[in-house]
Structures are given as C-alpha cells and as structure tokens.
C-alpha cells in the first residue's frame, strides 16, 4: 500500500522547516565549493569522495521531504474497530472520535494519530505509526552527512596539503574563514541535536515508550506513554 499524502498548515513548522532546508543549501553549495572540489582538482581526494557527499545530501533531502508529506496515521472520522478489540479502544475528548489506545491527539495538526510518538516541528509533521520508519531514516542521513561535512571541514586544515591555486576574485574564497565557521558551529549544533534525538527514540524502541507527546493540550507536564496493550504486541 503506498503512502499517503498529508500536508500541514502551520507556519512555525514552515519557519522551521525553512531553517532545515537553508542549512542544507549552505552545506550542499559551500562545501563543495570550497573544500572538495578544490582538493579534487590537484589531486588530494579522489572523485568518488565527492559523489559520496551528493549522494548522502540527497538522501537527506528526500527523507526529509517525505518524512514531511507522509501522513503519519491519521485516523479517519469513522474508523473500523475490528471485532474483539473494542475494550482497546477509547473516546478522544478533543475531537469526539474512537481511538485505539496508543493514539494521541495532536493540536497542531487538529486530529489523532495512530501510535503518536510526537509532533516534529522540524518536518512539520507529527511522526507515528506510518511514517516513523521515515522520521528515523531521516535521522540517519541527516547524521551521516553532517558528520561527513564536519570530517571534510576539519581534514581542510588540519590534514589536507595547502591550496596553491586559489582564486581571491571569488566571494566564497576572500570570506572561506567565516564561512566554514558558520557551518562548522550549524554542524556541531545539529550533530548535537541529532545525537540526542537518535539516543531518545532508540531507548524509546528498546523500552517500548514513545518520547513525551507533544500536542494533548491538556496543560499538564508532558509524560511518557507505554506500549502495555495487548494489540500492540509490543512492536513498532
């Protein structure tokens, strides 16, 4: 069964997933620009380092893309309670709808989730049950190339042999300093951010809870929700 398409309406998650896309730009344009293909060109790094780079960053993207657009497991207005698991279910107090247990419901995005584990502002999306796979898959990329353009960063100065053709003329070269500054702390930052997130919903597989949910609107300290019914066989 393919994906679906869910699209939320809400602009701090476009600030947010605005401020994504520009760091990924930054990277996808400057990196190259100024360390891969200039060590390429006299002969430090071999070619395939550089498709490496493109691949991994593309990877990035289309994850992100559809980590945003997938929808997470929304359920619909009249759902099907299968025969025998209706003590499974519950009544939202948000949206007067039928829920299976592990659902939760989201105020930004205005409806319940199967297996909610959070509202991402960063994809503009909630992750749950159908898009979580993506959501982690994400995670992924978005390390591997951080940590690959933080690796080519450092090896710049610090291993690589000097540039000896290099063209002043050009902005990205008279300014290469502030520039690789800016994306070495934007690196570290989302290195950081990452790490953690990645710990957060590993430990969350392994001890079958989901990370604080986001969205309930119910003005009490967010908690963590545990998989103990039956029907969820304690698998994502």
């Keep these: 069964m393919g994906l679906r398409i869910h699209f939320v309406v809400d602009p701090h998650g476009w600030c947010c997933m605005g401020l994504i896309v520009f760091v990924w730009l ?86 319940c989730v199967r297996r909610m584990d959070h509202h991402c502002p960063w994809i503009n999306n909630c992750v749950g049950e159908d898009n979580h796979w993506l959501f982690l898959q994400l995670c992924f990329y978005t390390e591997l190339l951080t940590c690959y353009a933080l690796m080519f960063s450092f090896c710049h100065y610090y291993y690589f042999l000097p540039l000896k053709k290099r063209n002043l003329d050009l902005f990205v070269v008279r300014h290469e300093l502030a520039i690789m500054r800016l994306a070495a702390f934007m690196g570290i930052t989302m290195l950081v951010g990452i790490t953690g997130l990645f710990y957060t919903q590993l430990i969350g597989i392994i001890t079958h809870k989901t990370v604080p949910v986001c969205g309930e609107g119910s003005g009490t300290p967010l908690q963590y929700s545990c998989l103990e019914k039956p029907m969820d066989g304690g698998a994502w």
């Design 26 to 111: 930054y990277n996808f344009f400057l990196i190259p620009k100024i360390v891969l293909f200039p060590h390429y060109e006299e002969g430090h790094i071999p070619g395939i380092l550089i498709i490496i780079f493109y691949g991994i960053a593309m990877f990035c993207l289309v994850a992100l893309v559809r980590a945003s657009i997938t929808d997470p497991g929304r359920l619909p207005e009249n759902p099907k309670i299968p025969h025998g698991e209706r003590e499974f279910w519950e009544l939202c107090n948000k949206c007067n709808l039928m829920r299976p247990k592990r659902s939760h419901h989201c105020s930004r995005c205005g409806h």
